[in-house]
T-cell receptor, first 114, second 111 residues
Framework: KAGVTQTPRYLIKTRGQQVTLSCSPI?????VSWYQQTPGQGLQFLFE???????NKGNFPGRFSGRQFSNSRSEMNVSTLELGDSALYLC?????????????FGPGTRLTVL | QQPVQSPQAVILREGEDAVINCSSS?????VHWYRQKHGEAPVFLMI?????EQKGHDKISASFNEKKQQSSLYLTASQLSYSGTYFC????????????FGAGTRLAVHP
């Protein structure tokens, strides 16, 4: 079974630009969560989608948004990029998103904002 | 609120044991443990559920004290491959898959 895939793996953008990251979950998984990982703040929850609906949201500004498609693939978008948005963005998938479900992480997208 | 992990870092010789602790100030429904190697994605190790159920790695054990809102990960007879950063992620009651991660514990195992 293929794992979680994320594209692109690396991105370099400049301040003020916007970026879209993509995540394809494990086949059969309907929940996709997004996390931001930085050396200073660690792993922080961004949001979670299930059946195309955002069910949970972390404490991030409105510049961070996401969506999920009917095939469970998800995208996240960051608008008006700031230097502090430089991070590893990880997505994780699980069957239903229940708190007893295992989340499987993708390899991440490394975003650098110059 | 972020769970607190201790210790922040551990250095071991192959074959030695270690315990990593995770403590929360909030009531927990489940605790998830992951290991992340440098430049790689976090890899699932274990889930500990309220009520005592565990799911995960057969060579790593863990405990979950619901009353104290604490979990511990036990690494016995460590191997070089155990090196990495260990994260606990906690889910509060009603939190679906919103994992709140601790800051991590860096483990280095040397020959």
């Amino acid at each position: 079974k293929a794992g979680v895939t994320q594209t692109p793996r690396y991105l370099i953008k400049t301040r003020g630009q916007q970026v879209t990251l993509s995540c394809s979950p494990i086949s059969g998984h309907r929940s996709v969560s997004w996390y931001q990982q930085t050396p200073g703040q660690g792993l922080q929850f961004l949001f979670e989608y299930f059946s195309e609906t955002q069910r949970n949201k972390g404490n991030f500004p409105g510049r961070f948004s996401g969506r999920q498609f009917s095939n469970s693939r998800s995208e996240m978008n960051v608008s008006t990029l700031e230097l502090g948005d430089s991070a590893l963005y990880l997505c994780a998938s699980s069957f239903t998103g229940a708190s007893t479900d295992t989340q499987y992480f993708g390899p991440g997208t490394r975003l650098t904002v110059l | 609120q972020q769970p607190v992990q201790s210790p922040q870092a551990v250095i071991l010789r192959e074959g030695e044991d270690a315990v990593i602790n995770c403590s929360s100030s909030k009531a927990l429904y489940s605790v998830h443990w992951y290991r992340q190697k440098h430049g790689e994605a976090p890899v699932f190790l274990m889930i500990l559920l309220k009520g005592g159920e565990q799911k995960g790695h057969d060579k790593i054990s863990a405990s979950f004290n619901e009353k104290k809102q604490q979990s511990s990960l036990y690494l016995t007879a460590s191997q070089l491959s155990y090196s990495g950063t260990y994260f606990c992620g906690t889910v509060g009651t009603g939190g679906y898959n919103k994992l709140i991660f601790g800051a991590g514990t860096r483990l280095a195992v040397h020959p």
